[in-house]
């Protein structure tokens, strides 16, 4: 089966709370080669251009605010069933609901500030990645 990529973020939380490299070593004990990654800080209006499926949302403001808070890590990832797979790694959204052994059920504060995010399909990982980085800065 052919390797394909989605894209992640490590969230404010997640770095605030000294967590990036125990994230990132388990992305890549999972299997996942980083294609891409940087540090950098989203802007209030690249936030709310990234999160704007959910400009209706009673939730959108605060997520925005929450984005912006502090510096993130925005990475693309390869694997095979990378979007799938990575899905799983990082656990439900609610860390009281995640599995064991997840990302989520180990750094995650809670359903808003949840450490990490992941793609939710093909083309949104493609979307997401072509956001964050340009053509050279992927590998």
Do not use: C, W
Not at 62 to 68: G, N
Not at 83 to 101: H, M, N, Q, W
């Amino acid at each position: 089966m052919a390797k394909n990529r989605t894209f992640t973020m490590l969230k404010p939380d997640a770095l605030e709370n000294g967590h990036m490299g125990k994230i990132i070593d388990m992305i890549i004990q999972a299997g996942f080669e980083i294609k891409a990654m940087k540090f950098t800080r989203l802007s209030t209006e690249q936030a709310r251009k990234f999160y704007e499926v959910h400009a209706e949302r009673p939730f959108y403001n605060e997520l925005v605010a929450y984005m912006t808070s502090g510096p993130i890590i925005a990475a693309i990832l390869e694997k095979e069933n990378a979007v799938s797979d990575f899905r799983a790694l990082i656990g439900s959204t609610d860390p009281a609901e995640a599995a064991e052994g997840t990302i989520r059920k180990a750094y995650a504060e809670s359903k808003g500030r949840n450490a990490v995010h992941g793609s939710d399909s093909d083309e949104n990982a493609e979307i997401e990645g072509r956001f964050h980085f340009s053509v050279e800065e992927i590998f």
